[in-house]
């Protein structure tokens, strides 16, 4: 038993180092969130529009407070251009996503993806946990102009954050991505 320990930790210490959150501004990934077994969206559906990718988990109590502050800035920045998504990927999210509508209500559209394909679409190193709600701004070109992983400070004033940073993306030009 000590030797897998100590061959876990060292596998670990000469796994590279990888950043919580990959550089912003970068080209926006390809993703889908699956709404029904048939029917998908795309942020990439959305060109054109500021959309605002939140991941979450569908028992988290942050992402339910999320989701229903989310449907109120949906309704009210919807017709200047936003557009909310979120993709709930946690242990059987696909059963529990439509519950999670029936109870929330959210004014946008919720489905389900796997763990692997929200980290794979942000980048994000699976030696490091990924805390919920995170969100993902992409501007109306393609480009994710910011990125907020759960526990982040912006969230400890979430509804300003967001209308701030929602106000700032509908007025601003787009960025060219880091490649």
Request: with cysteine; proline share 9%; glycine share 6%.
């Amino acid at each position: 038993m000590r030797t897998v320990s100590a061959l876990v930790l060292c596998m670990a210490a000469m796994a590279p180092a990888t950043p919580a959150a990959a550089p912003v501004p970068r080209t926006s990934p390809d993703f889908t969130i699956h709404l029904t077994p048939s029917t998908q969206a795309t942020p990439k559906q959305y060109k054109g529009k500021v959309v605002l990718l939140a991941f979450i988990q569908t028992t988290c109590p942050h992402c339910q407070q999320s989701t229903q502050i989310l449907s109120g800035l949906q309704r009210q920045y919807g017709p200047r251009g936003l557009q909310i998504l979120a993709a709930a990927f946690n242990t059987s999210a696909e059963t529990l996503v439509p519950g999670f509508i029936h109870q929330f209500q959210p004014a946008f559209p919720v489905g389900w993806a796997s763990h692997q394909e929200v980290l794979t679409y942000l980048d994000h190193s699976v030696m490091t946990p990924l805390y919920v709600p995170s969100m993902v701004f992409i501007d109306r070109t393609g480009v994710i102009r910011h990125e907020y992983l759960g526990g982040d400070p912006f969230y400890n004033n979430q509804e300003k954050n967001l209308r701030d940073t929602i106000e700032e993306m509908l007025k601003s030009p787009p960025v060219t991505a880091k490649k």
